[in-house]
């Protein structure tokens, strides 16, 4: 069992962050022992609870095969659990048909893929509108002030294939925004991109749980990790610790300890340089640019 102090505490058996969240408001997220057995008996989820507040942004890392995706799927509705209870703003998940699912997913929830999901026949205002579109609501100015939050209202009427590929992932910040949801689910957000233009990415998941989202960001970057409120350790689908306002290097130690026997060697995690931190918080205010609208907070 993992041990840490400070702003590190380890969670063993039954416990989970759950235990940790004072009782108030419905959280934004809940889930409850939650578990997922695949055919063939591989279990993926083994019995995860977690709570997460309203306005929120929470960093779920892991070593590969440590369940983090799949607990994206099933907190979002895109995987049924085979028992426990997920719950967005109090609503269960599991006594909802498809259709009532379907609803919940494009009015209460965004997303953010790694892989974008963008239709790349559809102009950039239209792919941050479809959310709205596929829902028979009239975008208005939504679209447009969602493009304009995220740096890209003068690319509006371009289509996806002529944006650089930070740009693409903006846009796919600002289609999971358009509705105003819940919780923002973001898988690997910034795998893709280089230090700079993820920082900028990350300020935008940053302002959003700023402004009251709740974001749940499955991660391997100890570096994107920093930028959460915490960071939660998944390991053979439990969650094994969770640590308040993360630092990057504390996220990587903790990291190598639960690989500790795996696979996978030490040197396979991205290398961090010596403060300040090349796409931590803070980065963009050292280089001088800013994604709109701006956030900024000292480097952990």
């Not at 997913?105 to 959310?131: M, T």
């Not at 290097?249 to 931190?277: F, I, M, Q, T, Y």
Request: aromatic residues 2%; charged residues 25%.
């Amino acid at each position: 069992m993992l041990r840490r102090r400070g702003s590190t505490e380890a969670l063993a058996g039954d416990e989970s962050l759950s235990d940790t969240v004072p009782a108030g408001p419905v959280p934004a997220l809940d889930l409850d022992t939650v578990r997922r057995t695949y055919p063939g008996g591989v279990t993926a989820l083994d019995g995860v609870s977690l709570r997460v507040p309203a306005g929120r942004m929470v960093a779920v890392l892991g070593r590969s095969g440590s369940g983090k995706s799949t607990l994206l799927q099933c907190a979002a509705g895109l995987d049924r659990p085979t028992s426990g209870t997920v719950r967005i703003g109090g609503t269960g998940l599991a006594g909802l048909g498809e259709a009532a699912l379907t609803r919940l997913r494009r009015d209460r929830v965004g997303f953010v893929f790694q892989s974008l999901n963008l239709v790349p026949s559809l102009s950039v205002l239209e792919n941050a509108a479809l959310p709205l579109l596929l829902a028979g609501r009239e975008p208005g100015g939504r679209a447009r002030a969602a493009l304009a939050a995220v740096g890209l209202a003068d690319r509006a009427e371009d289509r996806p294939a002529r944006l650089s590929g930070g740009q693409r992932q903006r846009v796919a910040v600002a289609r999971a925004l358009v509705t105003e949801p819940d919780v923002v689910f973001a898988d690997e957000p910034t795998g893709a991109l280089d230090p700079v233009t993820a920082a900028e990415v990350l300020a935008l998941l940053r302002h959003a749980a700023d402004d009251g989202r709740t974001v749940v960001m499955v991660t391997h970057d100890p570096v994107a990790a920093a930028w959460a409120d915490e960071a939660v350790f998944l390991h053979a689908g439990r969650v094994a610790a969770h640590e308040a306002a993360p630092r990057a290097e504390a996220v990587r130690a903790l990291l190598h300890e639960l690989g500790r026997g795996s696979r996978e060697g030490v040197d396979e995690w991205p290398h961090l340089s010596p403060d300040p931190l090349p796409y931590g918080p803070g980065a963009l205010a050292r280089r001088g640019r800013a994604a709109a609208p701006s956030h900024e907070r000292s480097p952990r």
